[in-house]
């Protein structure tokens, strides 16, 4: 079920405020009863709305639930057993990573397969080039789980830090379910750790300030995808479904800038909307993008986008490898797996594996000289520059079907044809204002009214038009729902 759709927005949703409201009003003889009551309603709602693809999905979902419950409970009572405890954080992980592995990656291996066993040793680089199989195997495609990459690393955070004595293992694996599945945030995040949020499962606060802003986070969120990244999503795809070797280097690079504002916009769009429904229920989730785009390196990038992801690998895999504190060349190494690990995550394409080592080799370089430069250098536009180039490159490799697709399109930004296609042919009137937009809202407009707002954010005036302004969003996203065609969160597929 989608955030942007009438179901959810017609039905889903004000049901399960309105019940959830209900609960809350509600007298009972022991304030326990209704949390849990309310825990056991929103268990339920978010079984539904995951369901609502189908309910293959949500036996997956539950099989990983019942995978970690039962390993965060043996770590739990083997705590004095060191053995023991870590032969139950390996046994927990391994069949996480194996679902994982199964149902994303297993069609790529087969792709390989079947290339290595058409062409010989050949098949790799076919296969990497072009990632189609030849049929050989006989085998069917695996129907990725939604949204699988998301719970799966939340599920493994929690074992993580029962095994770490970082977190309680929770004894109600209806409440354990409840953190797992949640819908607000459960098929494209934020990564949320079980430590954050295991004190709001039985005492959070509800409130009709949390409530107003979480519709306010809600409509702003809304906003950014329907009427942002949709628009621009019809120039990217458009661009990316043309014979790539004629497009020229202007339609290329109007191309990819509308991707890049389009994954942003998507993505934190979804985070925000996100945030603001677990705001309505009480929940508290971290942000997950910070500006990206005014970054001045390509480490301060990774700090703002996706924070939430990044923040999962540092402390689940960069700082057990060592993080920083073994010398620089085993520094380099830990940035080198966590990165290709960042790759192999967002999908089973050569093209998310050369993503994250692109990064990879940045970070590095970073790390061993250029940091310093950027530092020193007190013309920042420059910074900006050269960061905001390679996560612009970095998104053809991560927007393109094939390595070959993206080796030809990198090549289309530099050439110096004009290509068979002119930048007019995209660029309506409601495109430009989306990409006016898309610029302003990068953090400049923030930065420039951040203060102003802030000083005078509780007049009534000030609280009355910022709320005419969420409405307005609202209603204009729902048109635009109603009017447009279907388009999914980009990261639904992760």
Known sequence: MLFNSMVFLWVFLPVVIIVNFILSILKFKDESQRIRLKNLFLLLSSFVFYAWGGIYYLLIMMGTIVIDYAGGRFIDNNKDDIKKKKTGLIVTITLNLSVLFFFKYFNMVVIIIENILSLGAKGFVNAMKYMEGTGALGLKEIVLPIGISFFTFQAMSYVIDVYKGESEAQENILDFALYVSLFPQLIAG?????????????????????????????????????????????????????????????????????????????????????????????????????????????????????????????????????????????????????????????????????????????????????????????????????????????????????????????????????????????????????????????????????????????????????????????????????SGTYNAFIYFQF
Not at 305 to 314: C, D, E, T, V, Y
Not at 330 to 335: G, H, I, S, Y
């Open 190 to 482: 934020p990564i949320v750790q079980y430590k954050d949020v295991s004190g709001q499962i039985l005492n959070r606060k509800e409130s009709i300030d949390l409530f107003l802003y979480g519709i306010k986070r809600f409509s702003y969120g809304m906003g950014k995808k329907v009427l942002i990244a949709n628009t621009l999503a019809e120039v990217s795809d458009a661009i990316f479904a043309l014979e790539t070797q004629k497009l020229g280097a202007p339609v290329a690079w109007l191309g990819m800038i509308a991707y890049t504002f389009q994954i942003y916009y998507d993505f934190s769009g979804y985070s925000d909307m996100a945030i603001g429904l677990g705001k309505m229920f009480g929940f508290s989730f971290k942000e997950n993008f910070n500006y990206p785009y005014m970054s001045t390196s390509i480490q301060e990038f990774w700090r703002r986008w996706h924070i939430s992801l990044s923040s999962w690998f540092k402390e689940y895999v960069y700082i057990p490898l060592g993080g920083s504190r073994k010398g620089i060349g085993r520094t380099c190494f830990n940035l080198f797996i966590v990165f290709l690990l960042t790759g192999i995550w967002h999908g089973a394409n050569f093209t998310f594996i050369c993503w994250g080592l692109m990064y990879a080799a940045l970070l590095i370089i970073e790390r061993l000289f250029l940091k310093r430069v950027l530092e020193k250098n007190p013309i920042k536009l420059i910074n900006r520059i050269y960061t905001m180039f390679f996560v612009m490159i970095g998104w053809v490799l991560f927007r393109s079907d094939t390595l070959l697709q993206a080796k030809l399109y990198i090549m289309q930004l530099f050439t110096k044809s004009g290509g068979d296609y002119t930048i007019l042919s995209y660029l309506s009137m409601k495109v430009i204002i989306a990409f006016v937009f898309a610029i302003l809202f990068l953090g400049i407009a923030q930065r420039i009214f951040a203060k102003i707002y802030d000083k005078f954010k509780d007049n009534t005036v000030i609280v009355t038009v910022d709320f005419v302004i969420q409405m307005a969003i609202m209603c204009v996203s729902i048109m635009m729902i109603v």
